[in-house]
């Protein structure tokens, strides 16, 4: 995709003025966070559960030389195939080559972000094959020419008569006259023209939540569906996934399945939780006749081992773009990247590069939700502060802003001229505020007061009111 | 090098470790043949008395319908009686299930019993469940000729035996007796576990019932 993250900023404030974004943005916000605390609510053991899914997830990751020998060794014995990928350029050819093979004109696909980070739709059409997107959502938004505004609901910056305007526009060989109306409608019309696709399929892909070493199996948790169509009926399946999806046994799993679920949509378990190991067996009468994994680094190495490892414990389940009042505020577009929200801000610069991610950190007011949400107890806002100080070391903050902290850590650093300082400011900030206690522009700070009202200060800095509260206590 | 070597060698060089390590391999060795399971919730627990109570619950709560015959013979004569009340044809696909073939479809005259795998023609298909997993209301299908994999997403409508025995209480005891009967670390091609049927809430997150699998789950427990 075009990753636009450099230019933030304009796509933050674009996004606040997009009447139809901002409706449907409301989902998220009341959706998403009441479906999790119900289900939260329902499992006392669910703060215990957290803690063994992330002490599983650290010990794979510092094992994982050791666990992806052992899950290659049970793919193979099964009667797949193992594909490592550097990049995503090598994940690309590796993926084409399969398709060549079989010389595959349509593929179908299951949800995956994984092929998203790697561009494979676009690198599919410019080799003359058609990827076909059966995840309603990913379909709604292929159709569109856009890439997913949310890991586990591509479409959720959307409304109902966009999706209605989308089918009509591309569905032309259904009758002009339907009703499309109601969510029910819109959902049959896609379920009857990807039917037909499931069948013409050469192959199906695939992304995975979970690969598991004692197994050799992949691991797909959806409610629709769609993948387990995908790579059932598509005679070759394709399975691509980042390293960082292994865990050690089916008993590991189950642990992070229990998290899983109850952190994204707020179900115990999502409908169709699916392992697949290896081609379909001699007796089977369905499923595929041949199957590969593409396990793709691309970054993720050059993570282990340093203060971006625990990133990888990451199961992509949305929380914390659920619960980011950033996301709420400009939806997962703005992030330019294909990451978005929390999670995004801490990985897109990991992967791209801080030159291109480096804004998305700062895209955080640090409130902590995303942290206190996260199943697998990622510590994101301690990570978005590594990735502020890198930008700063490497001079990438803007200059107003270095100058800024400059001015400010001079005060700090001596602080009797600080507090003396802020003894005469914090009057004359209350002064500004007038009656309505509210300041309406500061000077050198219009882009923060531009878009919001800035509470006037009481007048007293906090140590004056301090001593004063100590003087009263001392004295009663 | 290969991407392979290359990337291993990578992980090593991050991690700073050799790969050669005893202690670590030990740890990787005694993990998978373990394979302990971690903490199990109280309702996983639960004696076989009050899991089908609980199966039977969430199975409901995500939009399963439930019938529970005596024997397997009553599963034909519960199989028409549903499809009459769907208003389906008098018809279903199904695998070639020892405990499906012995349940006597051919009792049922007036029902047309199909066999072998889906091509998506079928409104209705019956499977057998070699389990079940009580904490969440959720089916354990293994594929094979038994129950073809089609069969649990085709047809829109989706009929599953499962006998009572078999209904266990949580994630781990499935997982125990897949192992039981394909050997520990082994699976079949596929392993559905099933809760609920098929929906999207992909638009305006509004659940629909019924995206690309089944739009209805009947659950038949047997016993």
Redesign the interface.
């Known amino acids: 995709m075009q990753i636009t993250t450099p230019n933030f900023k304009e796509n933050a404030t674009r996004a606040l003025n997009d009447a139809p974004l901002q409706k449907a943005l409301k989902n998220v916000e009341i959706g998403f966070i009441a479906k999790r605390l119900a289900a939260v609510d329902a499992l006392p053991e669910f703060e215990q559960l957290r803690d063994n899914a992330r002490d599983i997830k650290n010990h794979t990751l510092a094992h994982l030389d050791l666990y992806l020998e052992e899950y290659e060794k049970k793919v193979i014995a099964s009667g797949g195939h193992v594909h490592f990928a550097e990049t995503a350029e090598d994940a690309r050819a590796i993926i084409l080559d399969i398709c060549r093979k079989r010389n595959a004109k349509t593929v179908t696909k299951g949800k995956s972000m994984i092929t998203e980070e790697i561009g494979l739709n676009d690198f599919f059409e410019k080799n003359g094959i058609t990827p076909v997107e059966t995840d309603l959502g990913e379909y709604i938004i292929q159709l569109r020419g856009e890439t997913p505004s949310h890991i586990i609901a591509p479409a959720v910056h959307l409304n109902k008569d966009q999706v209605e305007a989308d089918f009509r526009r591309v569905h032309t060989h259904l009758p002009a006259d339907r009703d499309l109306t109601e969510h029910e409608a819109l959902l049959n019309e896609a379920r009857l023209v990807l039917r037909q696709r499931y069948f013409e399929a050469d192959v199906g892909i695939t992304g995975a939540n979970f690969l598991v070493a004692e197994t050799g199996s992949s691991v797909i948790v959806t409610n629709e569906g769609n993948g387990d169509l995908t790579q059932t009926l598509g005679k070759c399946h394709v399975v691509v996934a980042s390293l960082e999806k292994l865990v050690p046994t089916l008993n590991d799993c189950s642990q992070i399945l229990r998290v899983l679920a109850r952190s994204a949509t707020g179900q115990d378990m999502s409908v169709y939780t699916t392992f697949s190991t290896g081609p379909k067996r001699a007796e089977d009468p369905d499923g595929p006749e041949e199957y590969h994994v593409v396990l793709l680094d691309n970054g993720r190495t050059a993570m282990l081992g340093t203060e971006f490892q625990e990133m990888l414990r990451c199961i992509r389940c949305g929380a914390c773009m659920n619960h980011c009042p950033v996301y709420h505020a400009v939806g997962g577009h703005a992030y330019g990247a294909v990451y978005p929200g929390p999670m995004g801000a801490v990985l897109t610069p990991s992967l791209s590069g801080i030159e291109v991610g480096g804004h998305l950190p700062n895209a955080s007011t640090f409130c902590g939700r995303c942290e206190s949400v996260c199943p697998m107890r990622i510590p994101l806002p301690k990570m978005m502060r590594h990735w502020r100080e890198r930008e700063f070391e490497k001079h990438l903050t803007p200059t107003a802003a270095r100058y800024g902290l400059k001015f400010w850590a001079f005060f700090a650093r001596r602080p009797k001229l600080y507090r003396a300082a802020v003894s005469v400011a914090m009057p004359l900030l209350s002064w500004l505020g007038g009656s309505s206690r509210r300041i309406h522009s500061l000077p050198l700070a219009d882009g923060w007061t531009k878009h919001r009202e800035m509470p006037a200060p009481e007048g007293k800095t906090f140590l004056q009111a301090w001593a004063e509260k100590q003087a009263r206590e001392a004295g009663r | 090098m290969?991407?392979?070597d290359?990337?291993?060698a990578?992980?090593?060089?991050?991690?700073?470790?050799s790969?050669d390590e005893a202690a670590?391999?030990a740890?990787?060795a005694e993990?998978?043949s373990d394979?302990?399971?971690?903490?199990i919730?109280?309702?996983g627990q639960l004696p076989q008395d009050e899991r089908i109570a609980l199966f039977s619950k969430?199975a409901e709560k995500?939009g399963a319908t439930i019938a529970r015959v005596a024997s397997i013979e009553d599963l034909p004569q519960e199989v028409s009686r549903y499809l009459k009340s769907s208003n389906l044809p008098a018809s279903v696909r199904m695998?070639d299930d020892v405990l499906l073939k012995s349940a006597g479809f051919e009792r049922e005259p007036m029902l047309t019993v199909l066999s072998?795998?889906?091509d998506?023609t079928d409104l209705a298909g019956v499977s057998h469940a070699r389990g079940a997993?009580a904490?969440?209301?959720?089916l354990v299908l293994a594929?094979?000729?038994d129950n073809?994999?089609?069969i649990?997403?085709?047809p829109e409508h989706h009929i599953v035996a499962v006998r009572a025995e078999d209904i266990g209480a949580?994630?781990?005891e499935a997982?125990a007796g897949i192992a039981a009967t394909y050997g520990k670390?082994?699976?079949?091609?596929?392993?559905?576990?099933?809760?609920?049927?098929?929906?999207?809430?992909?638009?305006?997150?509004?659940i629909?019932m019924?995206?690309?699998?089944?739009r209805a789950l009947h659950i038949v427990i047997v016993g």
């Open positions: 290969s991407a392979r290359t990337i291993l990578k992980v090593r060089r991050s991690l700073a470790v790969g670590r391999r740890a990787v993990r998978l394979a302990k399971a971690g903490v919730p109280a309702r969430y995500y695998g072998g795998a889906s998506g997993v904490e969440s209301g959720t594929s094979g000729p073809p994999v089609t649990n997403f085709l949580s994630l781990e997982f670390g082994e699976m079949p091609r596929t392993v559905n576990f099933v809760t609920g049927p098929s929906r999207s809430g992909d638009i305006e997150q509004k629909i019924g995206a690309h699998g089944p």
